[in-house]
């Protein structure tokens, strides 16, 4: 029979490969080796594969794509209902195919290459700058050991950190060289997060989505070179509602028997940049009082209506469906 579909369990040198019929039983399912992975799939030309959005499923979706293959990523909670059984490999592999053929399931499309890029300056910054918060909260948390009680701001200590080893406390030689070599860590993860902030500039700059989403109001360099490397030029997602739940922006319901209930956000999907719109957010509250765009007008009536924090979290939601449109219809950002 026919092989309509092929789901694969993707994994480093096995990877476990199931191909059903256009009634969704399983015709094979066997382990296929790394090398010869596109050549078994050569034999099937033309069929629709589906696999789980994680490491490496960008580049076999690209790979795959390059030789006319329909690719299908299924975020992973999605295929976990429709393991039967006990989970391995082969029950994974039929799940996907049981997934993919569902015809309301989400499904991403694969990264581009330049996608890839900006995907990665951010991973690595973003490593850094948790670095960096740890290496502060220790050397807050060290010093308290000795007596010595900054004030909050790293900027704040990292200029009284000179005259802290310089002055007369109960800091001994030892602890006052090891304090010097964690500053000396600090400086080099500022000189390498300024490196990353510097070509995620030159990446923006070089990106026509990216310039036109700077305009919108709390949108830097940083937020929208993250879009893009997350969304591309986001038509595959129906509508704005759809991008900003996928964000996690949107409110949880648990409703029964006709009765409507809304809870927090979900949070769920791409959590960075669901922070990077929420920090956008806030730089918008905290200049409402000075600006008169319709959006700044908009967040100044909501925040009297419902507080500031609430009214962050639909700020955020509001810039996701606007860099939505943007992106989709290929505009410029509209203040007025």
Same mark, same amino acid.
């Given at each position: ?10 994994? !480093?040198n ?9 009634? %969704? !039983?399983?015709?094979?399912? +066997?382990? *296929?080796? +790394? ?28 790979? &795959? ?6 690719? !299908? ?23 996907? $195919?049981?997934?993919?053929? #569902? ?6 499309t694969? +990264? ?8 990665? @300056? ?8 948790? =670095?960096?918060?740890?290496?502060? $909260? ?15 701001? !790293? ?19 030892? =602890?006052?060289?090891?304090f ?11 000189? =390498? ?10 990446? $923006?700059?070089?990106?026509?989505? $990216? ?7 709390g @949108? /830097? ?5 993250? @879009?893009?490397?997350?969304? /591309? ?5 129906r509508? /704005? ?6 964000l %996690? &922006?949107?409110?949880k ?6 009765k409507?209930?809304? %809870?927090? *956000?979900?949070? #769920? ?10 920090? %956008?957010?806030w730089s ?12 700044s007008?908009?967040?100044?009536? &909501?925040?009297? #209506? ?8 639909? *700020? ?10 943007m992106? @989709? +219809?290929?505009e410029?950002?509209?203040? =007025?």
């Amino acid at each position: 029979m026919n092989i309509t579909l092929i789901g694969i369990d993707l994994a !480093k040198n096995v990877f476990q490969v199931c191909g059903v019929n256009q009634a %969704g !039983k399983a015709v094979f399912n +066997r382990q *296929i080796r +790394r090398a010869n992975l596109l050549d078994f799939l050569a034999q099937h030309p033309g069929v629709t594969i589906a696999m789980e959005a994680c490491s490496g499923s960008n580049y076999w979706g690209r790979t &795959l794509q390059e030789r006319g293959y329909t690719v !299908k990523l299924l975020p992973p909670q999605h295929v976990k209902p429709f393991v039967k059984g006990n989970k391995n490999d082969r029950n994974d592999a039929f799940a996907i $195919c049981e997934a993919a053929r #569902r015809p309301n399931i989400t499904v991403v499309t694969p +990264r581009t290459l330049e996608q890839t890029d900006m995907n990665l @300056v951010h991973r690595i910054r973003e490593r850094r700058v948790e =670095a960096r918060t740890r290496l502060i $909260c220790q050397l807050r948390g060290l010093l308290n050991e000795y007596g010595i009680v900054q004030p909050r701001g !790293k900027e704040a200590l990292q200029a009284t950190m000179p005259d802290i080893l310089e002055d007369d406390n109960e800091l001994t030689p030892m =602890a006052r060289q090891y304090f010097h070599d964690m500053m000396e860590e600090w400086r080099q993860l500022n000189e =390498a997060i300024a490196a990353l902030d510097k070509d995620i500039r030159r990446q $923006c700059r070089g990106h026509e989505d $990216c310039v036109r989403l700077t305009e919108i109001k709390g @949108v /830097g360099d940083i937020t929208a070179t993250a @879009v893009v490397a997350f969304a /591309g030029n986001a038509r595959h997602y129906r509508n /704005g509602r759809h991008f900003s739940a996928n964000l %996690g &922006l949107v409110p949880k319901e648990h409703s029964s028997g006709g009765k409507q209930r809304l %809870g927090s *956000i979900t949070k #769920r999907g791409n959590g960075y940049l669901r922070k990077l719109l929420v920090q %956008g957010a806030w730089s918008i509250i905290r200049y409402t009082d000075k600006a008169e765009d319709r959006l700044s007008l908009w967040a100044k009536a &909501l925040i009297e #209506r419902r507080g500031k924090q609430k009214a962050a979290i639909a *700020i955020a939601n509001k810039l996701a469906r606007i860099i939505w449109a943007m992106l @989709v +219809r290929q505009e410029h950002y509209r203040a =007025a």
